[in-house]
């Protein structure tokens, strides 16, 4: 007969940490699956830094189609005022073109907008001529498509014309009278970017962290959660696993370890995924990284205080779905569910300001968004951080005790 | 090595109400003795073996497993048992060699300790050649060479075998008939749940037959055929539910 458990001097007396060994074991099986390692590793690295080239590919390309494209424009008594048609005709080759249109009445100007002939349309007062020149307001009616990107574009380029046409006009009136154009500008007010500060990068980031956080941890945490007691259930690896030493508290608590450190990762992958941008010092991202990224270590530390209860919430929520639900099909027919829990909260931080009251830090999500945003902007609110962070792991610590006790009940067994 | 007194298991099913799993069930099952539970689908063996594995809590009465009782020392039952379920899966992404060292570790084993048992097992049941392989990539003869291997890592003095040969073809119902013989003939104490009567008479000592929850009959196969004056044991087991 071969020697026993209590005979055999080699076994350990006391058993191992299980929870570390399930954590272990856990965490290889969930990264074997390629959905998990697309998920986690392969859309933040490769498909975020796409998706802000694109985005930069296509601004430019609309920006540079702006600037030299043909615009049509209807004018109204063009007589009026010879010198406009005349500067739009002699616009250099890299600025927009016009082609023009004469128009009778400004009714034929506005028909034209409607049926699409022209973009905008422009009406000189038959008298400009002599109001100009008695230097009295020539009120020009400039008639514009609000639907019609094109005509925005053309009344807006068109509104620099006239613009520069003015400064011109009043620059010689005022010659005429012997003062200097200066008298009209008392101040001069010049913004300047200081590097380090962050640019227009730093706006984008922290509109788009908070909400690539949230979606990247709870998207990273599905596949994991779902798999672990679900997945097991329906492959039929529970009963082994209850048959273990290990009891149920360590079981979800290695579970729970495993579906957390996948959310961490991802909220790091997320974060790097997004920097990539920033450090790659291509042409192509220079529209977001042009003025440079600023995060100093305080607002480091604040997003990872961000992060840690939400990935502790994520792991705890989903591992309760997971949980209670027979196989992952059904653990996966609940997203529909928790989906807009997690979005309308993420949602909600674009229209709360960071400075938003202590109460909004007791509401799970929202607390972590405007904790990023807080990060991002450097004006960090001490106590809202404290009542976030102690609020959402608060909220954790129950979803992992609802885990916990749901697998304790022996229905865990029996609606596998 | 198990005691089983007076055991019950009650569930609360919306649809039908209360239903008594298990009834007062006493028997005793011992060393180097194959203790066969037989009775149709739904008669009680499996709720029978998970409470004695400490997976589901008894409702009344209790048991003592390899000296521990499954009420109070559940853990400690649990590292003294192996579980072979012929419905029990693998983890389909690790390989053969990683899920008989996860179970050894849960067991408390060694990693010197785990690594000689591989070796040992592995060559006894033949797996050197898939040892590396995923398990989703196993043929089922394969997985339930893994199974055994898994239930077995940590030499268990007590082993719980589930309809283990159910749905298997001939050939590797033959190995974990092999198996099962093994391990008796090293002195472990085998409950064997099944409803295969030509498995039950060419193994079991003794043999529990369970209907409805309860325990009807208890005696070797030998024993339950001459009381029923059968010529074999089907027919006993049928006159016997039959009676019931």
């Known amino acids: 007969m071969r020697p026993f458990l209590e005979k055999d001097p080699t076994l350990k007396q006391t058993l191992p940490n299980l929870i570390l060994i399930i954590f272990r074991k856990e965490f290889r099986e969930i990264f074997r699956d390629k959905r998990t390692r697309m998920q986690v590793i392969i859309s933040p690295l490769i498909i975020t830094p796409v998706l802000f080239a694109l985005v930069g590919v296509l601004a430019q390309g609309q920006a540079e189609r702006t600037k030299t494209r043909t615009y049509s424009l209807g004018i109204v008594n063009s007589a009026a005022y010879p010198d406009f048609v005349k500067r739009l005709k002699s616009a250099a080759q890299s600025s927009p073109q016009f082609t023009l249109t004469d128009m009778k009445t400004e009714a034929e100007g506005s028909a034209s907008i409607r049926d699409r002939k022209v973009e905008t349309v422009i009406v000189f007062p038959t008298d400009t001529a002599q109001k100009l020149a008695s230097s009295q307001i020539v009120e020009v009616k400039m008639l514009t498509d609000d639907g019609n990107e094109n005509s925005q574009n053309a009344t807006r380029i068109l509104t620099g014309v006239f613009q520069k046409i003015n400064d011109g006009i009043v620059k010689t009136r005022l010659n005429e009278q012997g003062m200097s154009v200066d008298v009209l500008t008392p101040f001069k007010v010049a913004e300047k970017n200081i590097a380090g500060a962050g640019g227009s990068g730093m706006l984008i980031l922290t509109q788009m962290l908070p909400y690539l956080l949230i979606f990247s941890v709870f998207g990273g945490s599905i596949y994991a959660a779902f798999d672990q007691v679900a997945g097991e259930k329906e492959r039929n690896t529970l009963e082994t696993l209850l048959v273990s030493p290990a009891r149920r508290r360590d079981i979800v608590l290695g579970k729970f370890m495993a579906v957390f450190s996948v959310g961490l990762l991802s909220a790091g992958m997320a974060i790097i995924g997004l920097m990539i941008p920033f450090f790659s010092h291509l042409k192509i991202y220079d529209w977001l990284a042009q003025g440079g990224l600023h995060l100093s270590a305080t607002s480091i530390a604040v997003i990872i205080l961000s992060v840690l209860p939400m990935c502790l919430l994520f792991a705890g929520l989903l591992l309760g779905v997971s949980t209670y639900a027979r196989n992952q099909k059904e653990a996966q027919s609940y997203l529909g569910t928790l989906f807009p829990l997690v979005t309308l909260p993420a949602l909600l931080s674009l229209f709360v300001g960071t400075d938003s009251g202590i109460k909004i830090a007791l509401v799970p999500i929202l607390n972590a968004s405007i904790m990023i945003k807080q990060a991002l902007n450097g004006n960090y609110n001490p106590s809202f951080i404290a009542v976030a962070f102690i609020a959402s792991a608060a909220y954790a610590g129950l979803v992992l005790l609802y885990a916990i006790r749901s697998f304790e009940k022996e229905s865990i067994l029996l609606k596998a | ?244």
Not at chain 2, 40 to 58: S, V
């Open chain 2, 1 to 244: 090595m198990i005691t089983v007194n007076n055991l019950s298991k009650t569930f609360h099913d919306k649809k039908r109400g209360t239903v008594n799993a298990v009834s007062d069930v006493s028997f005793e099952c011992n060393p180097g003795e194959i203790f066969g539970l037989l009775g149709a689908n739904g008669a009680g063996k499996t709720t029978m073996m998970r409470m004695l594995a400490t997976i589901l809590e008894a409702s009344g009465g209790t048991a003592t497993v390899a000296g521990y009782d499954i009420r109070t020392q559940g853990q400690d039952v649990r590292r003294r048992i192996g579980f072979l379920s012929n419905s029990a899966g693998l983890y389909e992404r690790l390989t053969a060699r990683e899920v008989v060292t996860y179970f050894g570790e849960l067991n408390g084993l060694t990693t010197s300790k785990i690594k000689k048992r591989i070796e040992q097992i592995f060559t006894e049941l033949d797996m050197n050649d898939f040892a590396e392989g995923r398990c989703d990539s196993l043929s089922t003869g394969q997985k339930q060479r893994v199974s055994i291997a898994r239930a077995i890592i940590h030499e268990p003095p007590v082993l719980f075998f589930d309809e283990p040969t159910n749905g298997l073809d001939v050939l590797v119902a033959r190995t974990v008939v092999r198996f099962i013989r093994q391990c008796k003939a090293e002195g472990r104490t085998i409950v064997f749940s099944t409803h295969i009567m030509p498995d039950v008479e060419a193994m079991c000592d003794r043999v529990a037959i369970i209907s409805k929850g309860k325990l009807i009959s208890l005696g070797t196969p030998a024993e339950l055929r001459s009381e029923q004056g059968t010529p074999d044991f089907a027919s006993a087991f049928f006159k016997i539910i039959d009676a019931e």
